[in-house]
């Protein structure tokens, strides 16, 4: 059964996007841009202290009319983490996204540091090819190619 680690090492390059808490939104935002990433990690020291994404851009920024510049991303992001261990199946990864309505998942080893994020455009790319290995295997089987 393929896990959320297995997620990780798909990714081409996979790579943590972070910045401290003491980041502007201005220069979370621009990291986000740069790097074509909708969230990024908050650390403080070695440790993961939040996220920040897009939705909390439009919902906390914008929405609430606030200056990118002066606010620190730490004043903002979301605090309370969804996060999944290295050996959760896929299976679990996706439902934990749907049932917390994340799009952006850390990955934890087993001594609780960040080792990746997956996005639920990562469940859904494996999904597409595990569908797609299986209609390749039922049209071997059914045209006797196998």
């Keep these: 059964m393929e896990t959320a680690f297995d997620l990780l090492h798909a990714k081409s390059p996979s790579r943590i996007v972070a910045v401290p808490p003491e980041a502007t939104v201005w220069e979370a935002t621009t990291l986000m841009n740069k790097q074509g990433v909708g969230s990024v990690l908050v650390i403080s ?12 851009v439009l919902r906390r920024i914008i929405g609430l009319a606030r200056s990118p510049v002066d606010t620190l991303v730490g004043e903002v992001m979301t605090a309370d983490v969804i996060c999944c261990g290295q050996e959760m199946p896929i299976d679990e990864v996706a439902e934990l996204m749907r049932s ?18 997956v996005s639920i455009g990562d469940v859904n790319a494996h999904r597409f090819a595990s569908c797609e290995i299986a209609l390749h295997q039922v049209e071997d089987y059914i045209y006797r190619r196998a």
């Design 45 to 56: 020291g070695s440790r993961l202290a939040g996220i920040f994404t897009e939705r909390d």
């Design 100 to 117: 917390h309505r994340v799009r952006h998942l850390p990955v934890l080893d087993a001594g609780g540091d960040v080792i990746g994020l």
